[in-house]
């Protein structure tokens, strides 16, 4: 059974402060991605990563990082956290190649809020 | 541009009623659509996928090129379909899906 944790359920953050968010995922897939949920909007993708070390900017990637050090772990990064970044964040994960290629397993998110 | 839009934020049916949730797609390429859900408090999941032309719960999707529509149906809905629905649309070259905008259903008893 695949697994997608994030390191927070509820973050509360003050603006300004630089904000980690972490992302594992058990089964070894290649691809990753952070999204932002926000009602009206529906998800809209921030950044993704297809391997180690590499990286692609997605729809909304201003004033965000990320960080792929291991092919686990996904991690989104706000240098300096804006009220406007208030969202629920949401992992990823999905396999390159094969039959399961096609679903895309999900986190159980992060909902920041931004003071 | 590869867009999603799926025109109803919210939706209300009754129970035992049919229910259709509408997904427009703008692509040039060949599709490839999915149906993912949210349950309160639950985490978003796959529920169908175009290509697979199963029936899930109870849903259905049909892929319509000519309309570049992908709507969402069941004959009867049931209390427990209450959730948030996106569909997305997979961008092959990039790897990535582009969700739309999100409907809430709510059945009502």
């Known amino acids: 059974d695949v697994k997608v944790t994030q390191s927070s359920r509820y973050l509360v953050k003050r603006t300004g402060e630089k904000v980690f968010l972490e992302c594992v995922q058990d089964?070894?897939?290649?691809?990753m991605f952070w999204y932002r949920q926000d009602p009206g909007l529906g998800l809209r993708l921030i950044y993704f990563s297809y391997d180690v070390k590499m990286k692609e900017k997605g729809d909304i990637p201003e004033g965000y990082s990320v960080s792929r050090e291991k092919k686990e772990r996904f991690s989104l990064i706000l240098e300096s956290a804006s009220t406007n970044q208030t969202s629920m964040y949401l992992c990823a994960s999905r396999p390159m190649w094969g039959i399961l290629s096609y679903e895309q397993y999900f986190g159980p998110g992060t909902r920041l809020t931004v003071t | 541009a590869q867009r999603v839009t799926q025109p109803e934020k919210l939706l209300s049916v009754f129970k035992g009623a049919p229910v259709e949730l509408k997904c427009n797609y703008s692509?040039?390429?060949?599709?490839?659509l999915f149906w993912y859900v949210q349950y309160s408090r639950q985490r978003l999941q796959l529920l169908l996928r175009?290509?697979s032309r199963e029936s899930i719960k109870g849903f259905t999707a049909d892929l319509n090129k000519g309309e570049t529509s992908f709507h969402l149906k069941k004959p009867f809905a049931q209390e427990e379909d209450s959730a948030m629905y996106y569909c997305?649309?997979?961008?092959?070259?990039?790897?990535?899906?582009?969700f739309g905008q999100g409907t809430r259903l709510t059945i009502n008893p």
């Open positions: 175009h290509i």
């Open positions: 089964m070894d897939h290649e691809n």
């Open positions: 692509y040039s390429g060949s599709p490839e």
């Open positions: 997305a649309l997979l961008l092959g070259g990039a790897q990535k899906l582009v």
